[in-house]
C-alpha cells in the first residue's frame, strides 16, 4: 500500500478535496477520511460524504447502505443516483464538539476498462449517546462506467456546509507488485 | 505524470503537483508493522506502548479465542492505561436471525466486537480487524472502526463497531484486551501497524 496523495483540511473549512491524474499503475485504491462538517444548526442524521469520478455528474451512480444509528437497523439504497457515498460525518453543534466520522473507503480494480466500478465503505462515529446521531454504516456504490478513473472529487456535504477544519482525506495506491520499503 | 494534491487551508485550491512521477524505484510501503504478539494461553491482554507519532493512522488485526466459559467474549482496548468510562460505543450488528443496532455510553474500554470462547465450536477462531484515524491529533478526539467476524458453526456475531475514546490526547499507548473475561487461548495473534503519509 503506498500513500499517493492527502489533504487536511485548515481553518475556514474547504468545500472540496480534488484529486486528478491519478495514477494508474496500482491494483486498488483505498481513501481514508477523518470528516466533519462545519453545520451548526442542527444534529444532522444522515449526513453523507460524497464523490464523484472523472467529473461525472449524470445519474451513472446507484447506492446501497446498511446502518445503525444506536438503537436500529436499517437498510436502504437509491438508484439512480449521481453521487458515490464515502461515508457519513457529524455535524458542527456543540454535542458533536472534537468528534470526527471515521472512513475506509476501497476502490477495487479502479483502473480497469472492461468493468464498471464498485466502492466499498465502513464508516461511522459515535456521540456517547448526545442528541447527534451516531452511525456505524457499511455503503456501496456501482458506478456504471467502464472508464478507468482518473479523477475524485470528494465533495462537501449534501446541505451546501463545507469541510470542518482538521478533516482530512488520504489516497492510497495498493499495488500487487512488490515495492521496496515496509 | 503528475499527482494533484488540494492545498492550502480555509478554501478551494487549485491543484498542484505533489511529485511527478511514480515508479517502483520510488515507491515505498505505507503499512508498517509496530508490533505483534502471540499469545501462550496464559495472558488476557498485549499493550503496545511508545507507539511511535509519525504515522498517520493505526491499524490492528487480532485473530484469536479466549479461555472463558462461555460462547464468545468481546474484546476492547484501553487507550494510554485510561479505564475510566471516557469511552463509547455503536454497534451494528447481525447474530444469523437478526440484524440490530444499539449503544454503549460510560464504557471502561473501546469495543471491538467478538471472538469465540471455550464453550464454543473446537478450533473456532474470531477475526478483528481495526483502524484507529488520526490517532496522534491533539485536537480532536479518537474514533476506531472495527469489524468482526465471530462464526460458531451455528451461533455467533458478525458486525461493525464504532468507538469514541473522548480525549484530545495522541495515542501512545494501546492495549487489547479480554478485560479479565478469561485469557487469550494459545495461538491468538495481535498485531498493530502503523499507517504513514508521504511527509510521516
Not at chain 1, 37 to 47: L, Y
Not at chain 1, 99 to 109: E, H, Q, R, T, Y
Not at chain 2, 93 to 106: C, F, H, K, L, M
Amino acid at each position: 500500500m503506498v500513500w499517493i496523495a492527502g489533504s487536511t483540511v485548515g481553518a475556514g473549512g474547504a468545500g472540496n478535496l480534488i484529486f486528478n491524474n491519478i495514477p494508474s499503475g496500482f491494483t486498488h485504491l483505498q481513501f481514508r477520511c477523518f470528516m466533519k462538517s462545519t453545520r451548526s444548526d442542527i444534529a444532522i442524521g444522515f449526513n453523507p460524504i460524497l464523490a464523484q469520478f472523472n467529473d461525472d455528474t449524470a445519474n451513472n451512480y446507484a447506492n446501497h447502505m446498511l446502518r445503525g444509528d444506536g438503537s436500529s437497523a436499517t437498510s436502504s439504497a437509491t438508484a439512480p443516483n449521481n453521487y458515490a457515498y464515502f461515508g457519513q460525518m457529524p455535524g458542527s453543534v456543540s454535542t458533536e464538539a472534537n468528534i470526527f466520522s471515521s472512513s475506509v473507503i476501497d476502490i477495487l480494480d479502479y483502473s480497469n476498462t472492461n468493468k464498471n466500478k464498485t466502492v466499498r465503505v465502513i464508516s461511522g462515529y459515535d456521540t456517547n449517546g448526545a442528541s447527534g446521531v451516531q452511525t456505524a454504516l457499511l455503503m456501496s456504490t456501482a458506478w456504471f462506467s467502464t472508464a478507468a478513473i482518473t479523477k475524485i472529487n470528494v465533495r462537501f456535504d449534501a446541505y451546501g456546509n463545507p469541510f470542518a477544519q482538521f478533516s482530512r482525506v488520504d489516497l492510497y495506491g495498493i499495488t500487487s507488485s512488490q515495492v521496496t520499503g515496509a | 505524470m503528475g499527482v494533484y494534491e488540494l492545498s492550502g487551508a480555509g478554501s478551494i485550491k487549485t491543484g498542484r503537483t505533489l511529485y511527478t512521477s511514480m515508479n517502483a524505484g520510488n515507491q515505498y510501503g505505507a503499512m508498517v508493522p509496530i508490533g505483534s504478539h502471540t499469545f501462550s494461553g496464559s495472558t488476557s491482554d498485549i499493550e503496545f506502548t511508545n507507539i511511535p507519532q509519525t504515522y498517520q493512522d493505526l491499524f490492528f488485526t487480532v485473530y484469536g479465542r479466549a479461555t472463558f466459559a462461555a460462547n464468545d467474549v468481546l474484546i476492547q482496548s484501553y487507550v494510554n492505561n485510561d479505564f475510566s468510562t471516557i469511552y463509547s460505543t455503536t454497534r451494528l450488528e447481525g447474530d444469523g436471525t437478526n440484524a440490530y443496532s444499539n449503544r454503549q455510553t460510560g464504557n471502561s474500554g473501546l469495543q471491538y466486537g467478538y471472538i469465540p470462547s471455550a464453550n464454543s465450536t473446537t478450533g473456532a477462531f474470531g477475526s478483528i480487524t481495526g483502524h484507529i484515524l488520526n490517532y496522534a491529533n491533539s485536537t480532536t478526539f479518537k474514533t476506531a472502526l472495527a469489524r468482526h467476524a465471530n462464526d460458531r458453526n451455528g451461533g455467533g456475531t458478525t458486525g461493525l463497531y464504532v468507538g469514541l475514546y473522548r480525549s484530545t490526547a495522541p495515542i501512545t499507548r494501546l492495549g487489547i484486551a479480554t478485560y479479565g473475561v478469561g485469557n487469550f487461548v494459545a495461538g491468538s495473534q495481535i498485531t498493530l501497524y502503523g499507517i504513514r503519509a508521504v511527509s510521516s
